[in-house]
């Protein structure tokens, strides 16, 4: 049973150029979360996918953008990228229902902008 | 808002000792969910040990342990028998309980030295 995947692994972009990043959920998790973090902190929570929707956002600017597809899977889009977006980014997922449902996390994505 | 602080930038401990990292946290819920997670430098976030606020015993997974002190607001996470492998970032978590988001604190550093 694969794990959260992520791709690419490592990216290199210029500022003001845009990326996208990927990300498939465990097998049998239908709710996916992104997550920024940067060099010696902690996540910092971007977005959750449900149902192909946005359900929650944090505190990150409409640069941040994303999808959900009908097999779980999720993009995450950032336009007009800043020295600032230099981070390591987490994608998590999660079972349907309730009560505590743990997140699994993805090997991340570390994008650097120059 | 929901915040979690790990006072502890940096712990170390002997192999075969035992270390506690310690976490507090602010909320006004009655019912949430607390978590540690471990980062070693691979990058891959992994889920440690869980805690459900309304359940009184202090969860255990092996040779992982929790203070929780409800009421102090405090999540402690103990360590017992040290291995070389539990050198890594420490990140405690909080999840309201319909919330759908993670707040993490800012992580403890841990070295295990032989």
């Known amino acids: 049973d694969a794990g959260v995947t992520q791709s690419p692994t490592h990216l290199i972009k210029t500022r003001g150029q845009q990326v996208t990043l990927r990300c498939s959920p465990k097998?049998?998790?239908?709710?996916v979360s992104w997550y920024q973090q940067a060099l010696g902190q902690g996540p910092q929570f971007i977005f959750q996918y449900y149902e192909e929707e946005e359900r929650q956002r944090g505190n990150f600017p409409d640069r941040f953008s994303g999808h959900q597809f009908p097999n779980y899977s999720s993009e995450l889009n950032v336009n007009a990228l800043l020295l600032g977006d230099s981070a390591l980014y987490l994608c998590?997922?999660?079972?349907?229902?309730?009560?505590?449902?743990?997140?699994?996390f993805g090997p991340g994505t570390r994008l650097t902008v120059t | 808002a929901q915040t979690v602080t790990q006072s502890q930038p940096e712990m170390s401990v002997q192999e075969a000792e035992t270390v506690t990292l310690s976490c507090t946290y602010d909320t006004s819920e009655s019912d949430y969910y607390l978590f540690w997670y471990k980062q070693p430098p691979s990058r891959q976030m992994i889920l440690v040990i869980r805690q459900e606020a309304y359940k009184q015993q202090n969860a255990t997974e092996n040779r992982f342990s929790v203070n929780f002190q409800k009421a102090a607001k405090s999540f402690s996470l103990k360590i017992s028998d040290s291995q070389l492998g539990d050198a890594a970032m420490y990140f405690c978590?909080?999840?309201?309980?319909?919330?759908?988001?993670?707040?993490f604190g800012p992580g403890t550093r841990l070295s295990v030295l032989p």
């Open positions: 097998s049998g998790h239908d709710t």
């Open positions: 978590a909080y999840r309201a309980p319909y919330g759908q988001n993670f707040v």
């Open positions: 998590a997922s999660r079972r349907p229902g309730q009560g505590i449902r743990e997140q699994y």
